[in-house]
């Protein structure tokens, strides 16, 4: 079982899960002190910020993975393109598949992975950046952004609440407090259960803009070819879905209410890919009408696929806006008003 299978199962509820999670509980506790400690010399100014060289906006999220920041730091990034800016988008540089989706879903954008965000903000500004969008950062204390936006999925409230390693939470929910806009996305959870969240935390942080993000699948695109085709092409086919992400089964049960028969190869978030994957895709591929790839694992699979098997698809996300997602573009052209070209 791979890492972040394990890990899933620990946050579950299953009754030799919980007895594990016990064990967990002094490591949780003092990850969550020294997380708490650490914000407090920020907003202390023990510790200082320093400010990049461009104005700057930052995403990121209070649990491990899933959230779907990503999808929602490339909607911002394209947003900014659309209005006529050169976004640099900022990784930590984990894992090599986030900067090539970025590189793919905004091509117009300068894409800089770097754990010293000060020298990738550098790098990018050199690379013709006029603006930073920061993927992944909500935890990045040490630099300043000129809005700060959390992102809390409506799924992953349902599971544990305790901090790493002993639950998914890198954060209490008071880190809220912090955020100029929280949005909660939905990916299976359902319109009600993420309104609900939205106005819990509406009550939690007075004045805090909260908007809701229906992370839907978009569209299906030759991994090859880029050829499109319909969503309604899935329903009542026989579908080999394959998923190195933080949840793989939210994806299965997304292509699952597109009427597909869907067998899941789930593989652990960032997953490298090695030839005997290739192999073992490329053999269950026979058994399928289709097989379906995220748009993270299509970056490591495009060029080594056998032109000889029929390509898979990629199934892209789009986010889908519910609730004040007129307001989130307005709180994005402010920060533009604010730095004149």
């Known amino acids: 079982m791979s890492g972040a299978r394990v890990a899933l199962w620990v946050w579950g509820s299953a009754p030799a899960a919980r007895v594990v999670r016990l064990a967990l509980m002094p490591l949780a506790v003092a990850y969550d002190a020294i997380v708490r400690v650490r914000a407090q010399a920020y907003r202390c100014g023990v510790l200082r910020a320093k400010r990049l060289f461009l104005p700057t906006v930052a995403v990121g999220n209070l649990s491990v993975?899933?959230?779907?920041?990503?999808?929602?730091a490339a909607?911002?990034?394209?947003?900014?393109?659309?209005?006529?800016?050169?976004?640099?988008?900022?990784?930590?540089?984990?894992?090599?598949?986030?900067?090539?989706?970025?590189?793919?879903?905004?091509?117009?954008?300068?894409?800089?992975?770097?754990?010293d965000r000060v020298a990738g903000a550098a790098q990018a500004r050199a690379a013709g950046a006029d603006i930073l969008v920061l993927d992944d950062a909500f935890q990045l204390l040490s630099v300043v952004r000129d809005l700060n936006i959390a992102v809390v999925s409506a799924e992953s409230?349902?599971?544990?609440?305790?901090?790493?390693?002993?639950g998914p939470w890198r954060e209490g929910w008071n880190a809220l407090a912090r955020a100029d806009v929280i949005v909660v996305t939905r990916k299976r959870a359902s319109p009600a259960a993420a309104d609900a969240l939205a106005r819990q935390l509406e009550q939690r942080g007075a004045g805090t803009l909260v908007c809701v993000a229906h992370l839907a699948l978009g569209q299906l695109e030759g991994m090859q070819s880029g050829t499109r085709h319909g969503?309604?092409?899935?329903?009542?086919?026989?579908?080999?879905a394959a998923a190195g992400i933080a949840d793989p089964d939210t994806f299965a049960m997304q292509l699952r209410s597109l009427g597909a028969i869907v067998q899941l190869q789930a593989y652990q978030d960032h997953h490298?890919?090695?030839?005997?994957?290739l192999t073992g895709l490329v053999r269950g591929s026979a058994g399928a009408d289709y097989v379906v790839v995220t748009e993270k694992d299509a970056v490591k699979l495009r060029g080594r696929w056998p032109g000889d098997v029929p390509e898979p698809l990629v199934a892209g996300l789009a986010v889908q806006w519910e609730r004040n997602g007129h307001m989130l573009e307005q709180a994005l052209d402010a920060v533009l008003r604010d730095s004149p070209r």
């Open 65 to 72: 993975g899933g959230t779907g920041k990503t999808p929602l």
């Open 75 to 115: 909607w911002i990034a394209r947003r900014y393109v659309g209005w006529g800016r050169t976004p640099g988008i900022l990784l930590r540089g984990y894992g090599t598949d986030e900067p090539l989706v970025h590189r793919r879903l905004v091509p117009e954008g300068v894409v800089v992975a770097d754990p």
């Open 157 to 166: 409230v349902e599971g544990s609440r305790w901090p790493l390693p002993a």
């Open 231 to 240: 969503l309604a092409v899935l329903a009542g086919r026989r579908v080999l």
């Open 272 to 277: 490298p890919y090695a030839e005997t994957d």
